[in-house]
């Protein structure tokens, strides 16, 4: 690993019935600071969890970000976006 280069770790937490009682979260090391690449999966991931547990798909999702400076919200959220509608995707797929 180059000594610039550095890992993270990104995690996301999903409630998991309508009362916000229940969680399941994933987590994912990634090579930098940016990189979404792992996030459709876990997003996936997520929605088949809350299904088992609801028997039902969410209504809304609601989705918080942190960690990001403002001069890069803009790229973060848009990329992200990205991911979302690639799970979403991918749900419709099964």
């Not at 770790?9 to 998991?16: G, Q, T, Y």
């Not at 090579?31 to 876990?42: C, E, F, M, Y």
């Not at 960690?67 to 979403?88: C, H, I, N, T, Y």
């Amino acid at each position: 690993m180059e000594k610039n280069s550095r890992q993270s770790i990104s995690s996301v937490a999903a409630s998991l019935d309508r009362h916000s009682s229940k969680y399941a979260a994933r987590l994912a090391v990634q090579s930098g600071h940016n990189d979404v690449s792992h996030l459709p999966q876990i997003l996936w991931e997520l929605f088949i969890e809350h299904y088992k547990h609801a028997r039902r798909q969410p209504k809304h999702v609601v989705y918080y970000r942190s960690g990001v400076s403002f001069s890069r919200m803009d790229d973060v959220v848009q990329a992200e976006m990205r991911s979302l509608r690639k799970a979403f995707r991918m749900l419709a797929k099964d």
